[in-house]
């Protein structure tokens, strides 16, 4: 009998869809999160990246986990690693969510935690998603409702944008089935779009204005600290944005399909399945 799924971040934008197909298909979950909440029809159970001793009771039970770095931390190697360990010490599948890219240069962290993966003797599946499309819903949408403003260090760089729950379907596959183990995914949407294209977009779906400017790093970071990010995290976000004007992000793959059985979702369709909350 299979044992259950962990899923880290259950409660973030790719956790909540994750679990709830995961439980849709009849998987036993264990949704994971700092208050240990119930998701989607999943046991809650309460994990912190930063503290070891909530990982005993997470993996107990667990035979695949999805893993992440949540949001709002920048340390990958100094968080991720232990958990890695934690995982192989227990014989625990891991899909790792990792980053677009990394696979350019072993010294970067997310990178070395891949080869960490890799190298833990338990079967593994590397997912390596581009910029979410939902990022101008939540980190963006802010700008969009204050003046009809995207203002970004992108230059005029594309990104083929993918959709979480591209992102979770494909995590599904891989959490469900041997097929793709030992093995890493490029996940992208089905284009690259510039931000002005976007915007282009948001704007026709919402019915007004909506604007892209590129703006220097500093000024993004004056922007989110104005905001209250932190500053140390407001500079790792204006660092991942060197690769989108370097144009290395604009690649488009077909490992979404390969994962999932159908198309990406391309940022025009989801603009209109999420007007009315781009309005709002």
Not at 154 to 176: E, N, Y
Not at 200 to 224: E, H, K, M, Q
């Amino acid at each position: 009998m299979a044992g259950k799924i962990l899923v880290l971040g259950a409660t973030g934008n790719v956790g909540r869809p994750l679990v709830k197909a995961l439980v849709a298909r009849g998987e036993a979950v264990k949704a994971a999160s700092r208050r240990g909440e119930p998701v989607e029809g999943a046991e809650g159970v309460v994990f912190d990246i930063v503290d070891p001793m909530t990982f005993p009771t997470a993996f107990e039970g667990v035979d695949r986990a999805f893993v992440l770095l949540p949001t709002g931390y920048t340390e990958a190697k100094a968080l991720l690693l232990p958990l890695i360990e934690a995982a192989a010490t227990r014989g625990v599948k891991v899909v790792f969510q990792s980053v677009f890219g990394v696979d350019a240069d072993d010294s970067i962290p997310y990178r070395q935690v891949e080869i960490a993966l890799e190298k833990s003797g338990v079967p593994y599946v590397i997912l390596r998603p581009n910029w979410f499309t939902d990022n101008f819903l939540t980190f963006w949408k802010a700008g969009i409702d204050a003046g009809g403003v995207i203002a970004l260090p992108a230059a005029d760089g594309k990104s083929s944008f993918i959709d979480v729950r591209d992102i979770a379907d494909s995590a599904v596959a891989a959490l469900t089935s041997d097929r793709f183990d030992g093995r890493a995914f490029n996940l992208t949407g089905p284009e690259a779009l510039g931000y002005a294209e976007a915007a282009a977009l948001i704007a026709s779906g919402i019915g007004r204005p909506v604007t892209y400017v590129a703006i220097d790093d500093d000024a993004f970071v004056d922007n989110l600290m104005g905001a209250g990010v932190p500053e140390v995290y407001a500079r790792f976000l204006a660092s991942i944005f060197h690769p989108v004007r370097e144009g290395w992000a604009a690649a488009v793959t077909d490992d979404v399909p390969a994962l999932t059985g159908h198309p990406a979702r391309g940022v025009a369709a989801w603009v209109t399945e999420n007007a009315s909350a781009l309005k709002g």
